[in-house]
């Protein structure tokens, strides 16, 4: 882990903690002119990664949000994907795994002395989306803002085809150990999920929310995020037309200046 940096926004740090005995590691972003308020605290974001990668992917994010003024983190989850500088193993992972894992992230950041506990933005990519999502809807009290792009919502329905990305299974046998392109994963990643309504979990979140997605994505259909903002009580859909599952170039263009708008 990089010792501390210093840029002329933010002061860049390594972060972990711990969720049952596993250590989760990533990077924290102090910003140097953040947005104090009366007691000297500053607003706090978690961006949380999509399946099968790590917080490189989403360290572009947590940068900006540290611009922004917000006290920002991106870390990677325990067994969450290739290269991870967590603990962990992938055949352990399940969303409800990486869920925990958000919540110690969550915990640990709240405790650093300039963390405002009422200002917590929520990000995720994908099945990190999907996690923030539940999250925010498990701790409705606790999250001030929850931007999801492209999330995951899909994963329950997938688990319950038998067809979840590069995997497919029986539904009703699921193997204890099979294969998802580079990873492999537990029966328990299936088995948590498939008796999940995500729509109706996610709707007790009553705050603000952004929700990008592609209209080209192939990995998680547009209509998840669609029906998703019909569950929301505060929700505003963008589709960046084109874009498929991660957006780069001109898309993240637009979905950074989509970001600093909401933020």
Not at 12 to 25: A, K, M, V
Not at 119 to 136: E, I, N, P, T, Y
Not at 153 to 165: C, E, F, H, N, V
């Amino acid at each position: 882990m990089s010792p501390k940096k210093k840029s002329e926004a933010y002061i860049e740090t390594p972060f972990s903690c711990q969720r049952d005995g596993l250590t989760i590691r990533g990077l924290m972003f102090e910003p140097v002119n953040g947005r104090l308020n009366e007691e000297g605290k500053l607003p706090v974001a978690v961006v949380s990664h999509m399946f099968m990668v790590n917080y490189k992917l989403t360290v572009g994010y947590a940068r900006f949000l540290a611009e922004k003024g917000y006290l920002a983190v991106c870390y990677d989850f325990n067994g969450g994907g290739l290269f991870s500088k967590s603990d962990g193993k992938s055949v352990d992972m399940t969303v409800l795994t990486e869920v925990k894992d958000l919540e110690a992230v969550i915990e640990a950041v709240l405790t650093h002395p300039k963390a405002d506990p009422a200002r917590l933005l929520l990000m995720g990519c994908s099945q990190g989306g999907m996690v923030s999502a539940l999250v925010a809807a498990r701790h409705p009290g606790m999250v001030e803002k929850l931007v999801l792009f492209y999330p995951a919502l899909s994963i329950p329905d997938d688990a319950r085809k038998g067809q979840m990305l590069f995997a497919k299974f029986d539904p009703v046998n699921v193997p204890e150990v099979f294969r998802c392109g580079f990873m492999k994963l537990g029966r328990k990643y299936v088995t948590d999920v498939n008796q999940m309504d995500a729509f109706a979990e996610i709707s007790a979140y009553e705050g603000p929310v952004l929700i990008l997605h592609g209209t080209a994505d192939t990995a998680v259909d547009v209509s998840n995020s669609k029906k998703a903002v019909e569950v929301y009580k505060n929700a505003r859909l963008e589709l960046l037309e084109g874009a498929g599952h991660g957006f780069f170039k001109q898309n993240k263009e637009r979905a950074l200046q989509l970001l600093g708008e909401f933020v």
